[in-house]
């Protein structure tokens, strides 16, 4: 008997993990792209040339971000004394993640990761499989409650213990109307005192530098256009408002660069390398009660 042959079947495609679309760019993948990682797709290479086009040194600013990030990370796991991390919008894994800055400081620091992009937890997840203080889970900033009640949080995490809350370079890929800021304050809100925020926000400089708030305008639209959804430049204004009853960190909410830098600058920075702030609140114990001496 003769079988026959089954039809040609076209060329596979170039295809991600499960539930994971390769035909629209994401926000994960592109940074991992702009960082030199090889997690991302044509799809998201386009898109990021298409912001490159306006802002040639863009890629400058996912590792002034990276950079900003582990200082933080080494200021609070070494000076602070924090050991629970809970890294949301954590992205691809990537060179010094959170886990490994913590636990040079602190071996016994554990540290949770959080994204809504499938791709990255099944990334992350690999990476962390030899790691038991460290946990990678698929989740969103806005699941109802907050991710700190999440069971596989509270596994690792230790609500009643001091708890540093990370959202680098997420808060500006939430549109206005979920209020970002309320949403960061139903976090710190439920955080135990001696507990941190640190966050990098994009910044839209409107009242500050006109002409450098035109630029943000540019990219802000430019993000839409490739497909990226939003990308919020906010002023500083809106962005002091994720410390709410917090205390700012010295230096406060600045320029990345200007946050404890390794050193004096010595070069002029870029445009678009200005546009984006960070900043470091704390969680203060209240003050002791005032007590009355009878006289
Ligand atoms: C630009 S990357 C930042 C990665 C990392 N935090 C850093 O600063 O290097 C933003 C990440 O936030 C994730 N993200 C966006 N919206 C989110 C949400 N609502 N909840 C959790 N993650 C989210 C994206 O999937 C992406 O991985």
């Known amino acids: 008997m003769t079988i026959p042959a089954l039809p040609a079947q076209p060329r596979a495609r170039a295809r991600g993990p499960v539930g994971v679309d390769t035909t629209r760019p994401s926000i994960a993948r592109v940074y991992d792209y702009s960082l030199g990682g090889k997690d991302n797709y044509e799809v998201d290479r386009t898109a990021y040339r298409h912001i490159e086009r306006i802002a040639p040194r863009y890629g400058d600013l996912a590792l002034m971000n990276r950079r900003w990030l582990s200082r933080v990370v080494r200021y609070l796991a070494g000076t602070a004394g924090i050991d629970q991390f809970l890294d949301i919008g954590a992205g691809l894994p990537t060179a010094l993640n959170t886990h490994q800055i913590a636990q040079y400081e602190n071996r016994h620091a554990r540290v949770v990761y959080v994204d809504n992009d499938p791709l990255c937890a099944v990334h992350g997840s690999a990476l962390l499989a030899q790691n038991d203080n460290t946990h990678y889970l698929?989740?969103?900033?806005?699941?109802?409650?907050?991710?700190?009640?999440?069971?596989?949080?509270?596994?690792?995490?230790?609500?009643?213990?001091?708890?540093?809350?990370?959202?680098?370079?997420?808060?500006?890929?939430?549109?206005?109307?979920?209020d970002p800021a309320t949403v960061v304050r139903e976090y710190t809100t439920r955080l135990p005192c001696?507990?941190?925020?640190?966050?990098?926000?994009?910044?839209?400089?409107?009242?500050?530098?006109?002409?450098?708030?035109?630029?943000?305008?540019?990219?802000?639209?430019?993000?839409?256009a490739s497909g990226l959804g939003t990308a919020r430049y906010r002023t500083r204004e809106q962005q002091l408002e994720y410390f709410d009853g917090l205390q700012l960190i010295a230096p406060g909410l600045t320029e990345l660069d200007d946050w404890w830098p390794a050193g004096p600058p010595t070069r002029t920075r870029a445009p678009e390398q200005r546009l984006i702030l960070g900043g470091v609140g704390f969680k203060q114990p209240p003050p002791p009660p005032k007590i009355h001496h009878p006289r």
């Open 138 to 178: 698929r989740g969103d900033l806005l699941e109802p409650g907050t991710l700190l009640e999440n069971p596989e949080v509270t596994r690792y995490l230790d609500p009643d213990r001091p708890i540093a809350v990370l959202t680098c370079a997420l808060l500006h890929h939430l549109d206005d109307h979920l």
């Open 194 to 224: 001696g507990s941190f925020l640190a966050t990098t926000n994009f910044w839209g400089p409107a009242g500050e530098d006109p002409e450098l708030h035109t630029l943000a305008t540019q990219l802000e639209h430019a993000f839409t």
